[in-house]
């Protein structure tokens, strides 16, 4: 940093970094608890927790940021600083209006609900009965519609579910989500009837073959070294670990990523990694020289969903990865994969089958099951519906969009953990990853326009290099929509994605 740096700008950075490092070890310690903890570290972990977010808050709150932070935006100082030191101090600043402006109170008494919410869900999905669940999440909600007045004032958004919609994807309105959602949704429909009503379909069957388990953990260190998260060497910065739920957590150089393996479906195993992989390259090519600053860290969740999708889905489901991959596969595996034939699996891998259940659906239908979330919480802010009519609507909207009947309410509305712990705002994401893949895919394709042939002779390296650069990179530079602005030169558009799986699935379906 150079001396004409303000002296109030460099203090504010310094007590950043404090935050930012107790953040890391917070984030390992969690990992521990769900990998390696053994059952009677439980109470000790807790109390662990609760103190690191005691300081967290305590850190993030101090009122010296505060005063630190009205000195670097004098002119006089605030010029010195150059747009990265600018967009660092737009952050701090972000982080804390919004800190400061929940009342401590308000953010405990959710934390509990939360805890209560989420344990009471678990019952109430087991005995599908959603009266056991409704007076615990009508609390939630209360409690986070007062939140989101709040922050809707802090962050001078439209409307207060905008305010929870900001926390994930900065600066994106619900307004806009609705806007490309819509017109996402009218093609997709499209596009989900071609691929049913056609006459050609796979054999899933195949994919339920037993595959020992230890045969996909060698498959699973395969695939995270070929899209270059290196899990293996001695100077490695990752590592694969078993979890119920796949996670990603870390920072730079340490960045983990966790599996579920199924005997019985070991495809589910390699899709999982290569999609937290995707999370974990974002994770490990952000710049170095940002390490420790808010600006060291993913644009949006949406952006890193794209990223994960990207690995996930759009390389890991291509037919030009499986040209390289199946053979590797099938000799990891051996006997009971020996007569697979390598079509057979692509098309399987890709089956498109209107699902009840969103985290087992597929590339075109994945989308469908997050707008018609996205509808219900915008719907529900707006004091539009109320939970009491959540699962009609949402048993309706299954029937409209995917033309399936909900028989209960564990496979309709209570089937995501997600309302129960008060993370309203975050399903818009996922589907917003996808629409930024399209954008971002169809711009790598200008200046690498034969990434696929380059996937198909196993070669990763230089896709990997061209995310790093024109994604990783950036880090928190920029709010998703301008990152996507400058990544692409265009703004949010739904057409590249719709255009991507036009193109897939008339070629897996011959249409
Ligand atoms: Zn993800």
Same mark, same amino acid.
């Given at each position: 940093?150079?001396?004409?740096?303000?002296?109030?700008?460099?203090?504010?950075?310094?007590?950043?970094?404090?935050?930012?490092?107790?953040?890391?070890?917070?984030?390992?310690?969690?990992?521990?608890?769900?990998?390696?903890?053994?059952?009677?570290?439980?109470?000790?972990?807790?109390?662990?927790?609760?103190?690191?977010?005691?300081?967290?808050?305590?850190?993030?709150?101090?009122?010296?940021?505060?005063?630190?932070? !009205?000195?670097?935006?004098?002119?006089?100082?605030?010029?010195?600083?150059?747009?990265?030191?600018?967009?660092?101090?737009?952050?701090?600043?972000?982080?804390?209006?919004?800190?400061?402006?929940?009342?401590?109170?308000?953010?405990?008494?959710?934390? !509990?609900?939360?805890?209560?919410?989420?344990?009471?869900?678990?019952?109430? !999905?087991?005995?599908?009965?959603?009266?056991?669940?409704?007076?615990?999440?009508?609390?939630?909600?209360?409690?986070?519609?007062?939140?989101?007045?709040?922050?809707?004032?802090?962050?001078?958004?439209?409307?207060?579910?905008?305010?929870?919609?900001?926390?994930?994807?900065?600066?994106?309105?619900?307004?806009?989500?609705?806007?490309?959602?819509?017109?996402?949704?009218?093609?997709?429909?499209?596009?989900?009837?071609?691929?049913?009503?056609?006459?050609?379909?796979?054999?899933?069957?195949?994919?339920?073959?037993?595959?020992?388990?230890?045969?996909?953990?060698?498959?699973?260190?395969?695939?995270?070294?070929?899209?270059?998260?290196?899990?293996?060497?001695?100077?490695?910065?990752?590592?694969?670990?078993?979890?119920?739920?796949?996670?990603?957590?870390?920072?730079?150089?340490?960045?983990?990523?966790?599996? $579920?393996?199924?005997?019985?479906?070991?495809?589910?195993?390699?899709?999982?990694?290569?999609?937290?992989?995707?999370?974990?390259?974002?994770?490990?090519?952000?710049?170095?020289?940002?390490?420790?600053?808010?600006?060291?860290?993913?644009?949006?969740?949406?952006?890193?969903?794209?990223?994960?999708?990207?690995?996930?889905?759009?390389?890991?489901?291509?037919?030009?990865?499986?040209?390289?991959?199946?053979?590797?596969?099938?000799?990891?595996?051996?006997?009971?994969?020996?007569?697979?034939?390598?079509?057979?699996?692509?098309?399987?891998?890709?089956?498109?089958?209107?699902?009840?259940?969103?985290?087992?659906?597929?590339?075109?239908?994945?989308?469908? $099951?997050?707008?018609?979330?996205?509808?219900?919480?915008?719907?529900?802010?707006?004091?539009?519906?109320?939970?009491?009519?959540?699962?009609?609507?949402?048993?309706?909207?299954?029937?409209?969009?995917?033309?399936?009947?909900?028989?209960?309410?564990?496979?309709?509305?209570?089937?995501?953990? $997600?309302?129960?712990?008060?993370?309203?705002?975050?399903?818009?994401?996922?589907?917003?990853?996808?629409?930024?893949?399209?954008?971002?895919?169809?711009?790598?394709?200008?200046?690498?326009?034969?990434?696929?042939?380059?996937?198909?002779?196993?070669?990763?390296?230089?896709?990997?290099?061209?995310?790093?650069?024109?994604?990783?990179?950036?880090?928190?530079?920029?709010?998703?929509?301008?990152?996507?602005?400058?990544?692409?030169?265009?703004?949010?558009?739904?057409?590249?994605?719709?255009?991507?799986?036009?193109?897939?699935?008339?070629?897996?379906?011959?249409?």
């Amino acid at each position: 940093m150079s001396e004409h740096v303000p002296s109030s700008y460099k203090k504010l950075l310094q007590k950043m970094e404090d935050f930012i490092v107790l953040q890391s070890a917070e984030s390992i310690i969690g990992w521990d608890m769900l990998t390696m903890m053994p059952p009677k570290g439980i109470e000790l972990r807790s109390r662990q927790l609760a103190l690191i977010s005691r300081f967290e808050h305590k850190l993030s709150t101090n009122p010296e940021i505060g005063s630190l932070l !009205k000195q670097a935006m004098k002119p006089s100082e605030y010029e010195k600083l150059n747009d990265v030191q600018k967009r660092n101090v737009y952050l701090v600043k972000k982080q804390y209006d919004e800190q400061t402006k929940l009342p401590e109170e308000l953010v405990a008494e959710t934390a !509990k609900q939360q805890a209560i919410a989420t344990d009471v869900w678990k019952k109430a !999905k087991a005995a599908k009965d959603f009266s056991l669940f409704k007076p615990e999440l009508e609390k939630v909600v209360e409690l986070r519609k007062k939140a989101a007045d709040i922050l809707m004032k802090v962050k001078d958004t439209a409307t207060p579910y905008d305010a929870l919609v900001d926390i994930f994807e900065p600066k994106t309105s619900s307004v806009t989500i609705t806007h490309v959602f819509d017109e996402l949704r009218e093609g997709l429909v499209k596009l989900l009837k071609k691929c049913t009503t056609n006459p050609k379909q796979p054999d899933t069957d195949i994919l339920w073959r037993e595959v020992p388990i230890d045969a996909q953990r060698t498959i699973a260190k395969a695939l995270s070294e070929f899209v270059g998260y290196d899990v293996t060497s001695k100077n490695s910065g990752g590592r694969v670990d078993e979890t119920e739920h796949p996670f990603t957590t870390g920072y730079y150089d340490d960045v983990r990523i966790t599996t $579920h393996y199924y005997e019985d479906d070991f495809a589910a195993s390699m899709f999982s990694v290569l999609h937290e992989a995707g999370h974990a390259i974002y994770e490990q090519n952000l710049r170095r020289e940002w390490m420790f600053q808010p600006i060291g860290t993913a644009s949006s969740s949406g952006i890193h969903e794209s990223q994960s999708r990207m690995v996930e889905n759009i390389i890991g489901r291509s037919p030009e990865f499986w040209t390289y991959f199946f053979p590797k596969m099938k000799k990891i595996a051996g006997a009971p994969l020996s007569d697979l034939k390598q079509d057979d699996f692509v098309h399987a891998i890709n089956k498109v089958q209107p699902s009840k259940i969103r985290i087992e659906s597929d590339e075109v239908t994945y989308s469908l $099951h997050i707008i018609i979330r996205f509808n219900l919480e915008r719907d529900l802010f707006a004091g539009r519906i109320s939970v009491k009519e959540l699962p009609d609507v949402w048993n309706q909207s299954y029937s409209d969009y995917l033309g399936v009947k909900i028989e209960n309410d564990s496979e309709g509305l209570m089937q995501d953990t $997600h309302w129960a712990s008060g993370g309203f705002g975050y399903f818009p994401s996922y589907a917003l990853g996808n629409i930024y893949d399209g954008q971002i895919l169809d711009t790598m394709g200008k200046t690498l326009p034969d990434w696929r042939r380059q996937l198909s002779t196993g070669n990763f390296g230089d896709i990997k290099q061209w995310l790093a650069r024109n994604v990783h990179s950036y880090g928190n530079m920029y709010d998703p929509s301008d990152l996507i602005k400058k990544i692409t030169g265009e703004k949010l558009n739904v057409k590249p994605y719709l255009n991507y799986l036009e193109t897939k699935y008339s070629m897996l379906y011959d249409f």
